[in-house]
């Protein structure tokens, strides 16, 4: 789950989690009140409206509210599906939508005689899970049959062993609650509760089992209630340059988005919906920016076992080690497997590229005279082993240049991988592979765009070194 960062005394932002992306409310929406639109820009804007749901769900869900959620913005069709867009001026600063915890679902709607039953290791992604049965059982079902079934299939195929037994687990540490409560939760079974886990943690993934094997981490959206799922909020795209973001506001009991920037009637309203590379956003989201800066590249370093002093130097780089600092765009992690960022080149310091990573690579180049004097130079100041460049100048390059050849390797590597692609063009590629490709495409040209930067500054680094 992600961290929330925390904005004011009482606001929090929120990163999105593809759960949002349901619209649950939608669905249930029976009578339809007409919205009335009456200037030409407001006509303008008509023609990418999305009828149907920006006449129901709306006033609908303001309705179950019983407040004004939003003036300033309609439900619409974008080239990424649902989005909102302005339906009259909007300023930087305006408050553009306001969600009310009630009509919000979140692990604290459930009855607290049934809260009270759990214990820590039911977590707030089974809370909502749960609560979704719950809802269907009060009679509001939010999907519709056609819907729950193209889900199903996705949730069934998609879900890893080990999501698949954690839900198992889950399931078991909330049996004897629900058992205790038939009206709500008349005969659940496991599938029933694993479908609505996944509803609410909902994973989509590139291929059909292509990514089975890799962790995937819940990007939910997440305050102090836990993890929510927030209508009409959920129509917003993402834009992952955008200064706006959902917030919520634990004091009025509302999440809210503030515009950060001018919409004219028709502009299409972005947020973000967190700092994530590409990679994240496929494999949680199923999507891809083409420009991402938040995108980042791994390289493994190892010892070799017949290196010079290879005992030495595996038991230094144990004692010394750097505690690792959680990141939204890490899905594994080793001592030996580094996270570059795009490493701008008026940097002098090569920012991107991690010191533990240099660190590392001049523990591997050091003599037995070098090491010890790391290990005695990191005792005496804070700890952190070869922070600072090797006295010794050929020494500090080899190092270096030691990181250059593994991320050239990689570059290689990248540059066959989209090579293997073939054109976009392809007129056999049928939509979904066309997508797909896309995306593929969009997740390795960012991250050997990363690498690129990584490689163009070590060699700058090496050859200032040389010369001077
Ligand atoms: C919270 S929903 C936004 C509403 C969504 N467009 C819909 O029709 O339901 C998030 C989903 O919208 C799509 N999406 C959002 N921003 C996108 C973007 N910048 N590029 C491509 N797809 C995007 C992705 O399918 C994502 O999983």
């Known amino acids: 789950m992600q961290t929330l960062v925390l904005v004011g005394s009482a606001n929090f932002t929120y990163t999105w989690c593809p759960l949002a992306r349901r619209h649950f409310f939608t669905l249930s929406v029976r009578h339809r009140p007409k919205l009335k639109f009456s200037t030409s820009s407001d006509k303008a804007c008509r023609s990418y409206i999305d009828e149907e749901c920006d006449e129901d769900f709306l006033p609908w869900l303001e309705q179950k509210a019983c407040t004004k959620i939003s003036s300033m913005l309609s439900i619409g069709k974008s080239a990424h599906g649902r989005a909102l867009y302005a339906s009259k001026p909007i300023q930087a600063g305006d408050c553009i939508l306001r969600v009310p915890y009630s009509v919000q679902l979140a692990p604290d709607n459930l009855p607290p005689e049934i809260c009270s039953l759990f214990g820590d290791e039911v977590s707030s992604v089974s809370k909502v899970a749960l609560l979704l049965l719950h809802e269907q059982k009060m009679g509001q079902i939010f999907w519709s049959d056609d819907e729950l079934e193209m889900i199903r299939q996705s949730v069934i195929y998609q879900e890893t062993i080990k999501q698949r037994n954690h839900i198992e687990k889950q399931f078991m540490a909330i049996k004897p609650a629900t058992d205790q409560f038939p009206q709500c939760f008349e005969d659940v079974s496991l599938k029933d509760f694993a479908y609505a886990h996944a509803l609410v943690l909902w994973t989509r993934t590139f291929g059909d089992d292509l ?258």
């Open 211 to 468: 990514f089975l094997d890799i962790p995937v981490t819940s990007r939910a959206w997440e305050s102090s209630r836990g993890v929510s799922m927030i209508p009409f909020a959920d129509f917003l795209n993402h834009d992952g340059t955008s200064e706006a973001c959902l917030m919520s506001h634990e004091g009025k009991q509302l999440s809210e988005v503030i515009a950060e920037r001018d919409y004219s009637p028709g502009d299409q309203v972005l947020i973000s919906y967190g700092k994530f590379s590409n990679s994240s956003l496929v494999l949680d989201f199923g999507f891809t920016v083409p420009y991402n800066i938040y995108d980042q590249a791994q390289v493994e370093l190892n010892i070799p076992q017949h290196y010079h002093l290879f005992q030495m130097k595996l038991e230094l780089l144990q004692r010394f080690k750097a505690p690792a600092i959680k990141d939204v765009n890490e899905f594994s992690s080793s001592e030996k497997l580094f996270t570059i960022k795009e490493v701008k080149f008026a940097s002098k310091k090569g920012r991107g590229i991690p010191q533990s990573f240099r660190a590392f690579a001049r523990v591997l180049c050091s003599n037995a005279q070098e090491l010890s004097d790391l290990e005695s130079g990191a005792a005496q100041s804070d700890g952190r082993l070869a922070r600072s460049p090797l006295k010794n100048k050929s020494r500090e390059i080899e190092a270096h240049e030691l990181i250059l050849s593994k991320i050239t390797e990689q570059i290689n590597e990248y540059d066959a991988c989209i090579k293997s692609l073939g054109p976009s063009t392809s007129q056999n590629l049928v939509r979904k592979h066309a997508l797909r490709r896309q995306m593929a495409h969009d997740l390795l040209t960012g991250e050997l765009r990363v690498l690129k930067s990584a490689s163009a500054w070590l060699k700058k680094y090496c050859a200032t070194l040389l010369e001077g």
